[in-house]
T-cell receptor, first 113, second 114 residues
Framework: DVKVTQSSRYLVKRTGEKVFLECVQDMDHENMFWYRQDPGLGLRLIYFSYDVKMKEKGDIPEGYSVSREKKERFSLILESASTNQTSMYLC????????????FGSGTQLSVL | SQQGEEDPQALSIQEGENATMNCSYKTSINNLQWYRQNSGRGLVHLILIRSNEREKHSGRLRVTLDTSKKSSSLLITASRAADTASYFCATPPWQETSGSRLTFGEGTQLTVNP
């Protein structure tokens, strides 16, 4: 079964900490995405990547960075976590060919205290 | 930026009834997709309808697309308690092809009561 795996289901961090959210997909997909989901705001795109070592800003990149050193792995980095980054973070992947749909991980609920 | 807007925000029905959710969008599209999210989990793709299609079926799901009104609807027939979830419409940027980033609406929370 195809899978997008996010390293943590729940995460609690302190303000100012550097936070790494990891995402791995086993479908050999070229494209990977990070979204955050907040009540009343829906899903908002943070960063995405169409290839290894490539990254593009989404709609809300401020306070975040990403890393894609290998095709299967896309990391989201909060350089200095703040309380307004408390959210559900969703990783997704897709292929340039065939299906046009996104495959999502189960999400990481991050709380920044 | 928000492309799709779902309506209603919340819907509560009895098992066996049909559920209809609507999505409106602002710009031209190549396709429109519907996703489902169970509480606290990731999203799962349900169905994709292309801009040159008017209606599409998948099991108990029926999706329509009216590009002149920039709107789509998702109908779930003979609903079950297990259909309780949030439903989102999503669209890729105009003229971008496969695998592109999607913009999601805020979703409709469907509750199916046993």
């Amino acid at each position: 079964d195809v899978k997008v795996t996010q390293s943590s289901r729940y995460l609690v961090k302190r303000t100012g900490e550097k936070v790494f959210l990891e995402c791995v997909q086993d479908m050999d997909h070229e494209n990977m995405f990070w979204y955050r989901q907040d009540p009343g705001l829906g899903l908002r795109l943070i960063y995405f990547s169409y290839d290894v070592k490539m990254k593009e800003k989404g709609d809300i990149p401020e306070g975040y960075s990403v890393s894609r050193e290998k095709k299967e792995r896309f990391s989201l980095i909060l350089e200095s976590a703040s309380t307004n980054q408390t959210s559900m973070y969703l990783c997704a992947s897709s292929s340039w060919t065939g299906d046009e749909k996104l495959f999502f991980g189960s999400g990481t609920q991050l709380s920044v205290l | 930026s928000q492309q799709g807007e779902e309506d209603p925000q919340a819907l509560s029905i009895q098992e066996g009834e049909n559920a209809t959710m609507n999505c409106s969008y602002k710009t031209s599209i190549n396709n429109l997709q519907w996703y489902r999210q169970n509480s606290g989990r990731g999203l799962v793709h349900l169905i994709l309808i292309r801009s040159n299609e008017r209606e599409k079926h998948s099991g108990r799901l029926r999706v329509t697309l009216d590009t002149s009104k920039k709107s789509s609807s998702l109908l779930i027939t003979a609903s079950r308690a297990a259909d309780t979830a949030s439903y989102f419409c999503a669209t890729p940027p105009w003229q971008e092809t496969s695998g592109s980033r999607l913009t999601f609406g805020e979703g409709t929370q469907l509750t199916v009561n046993p």
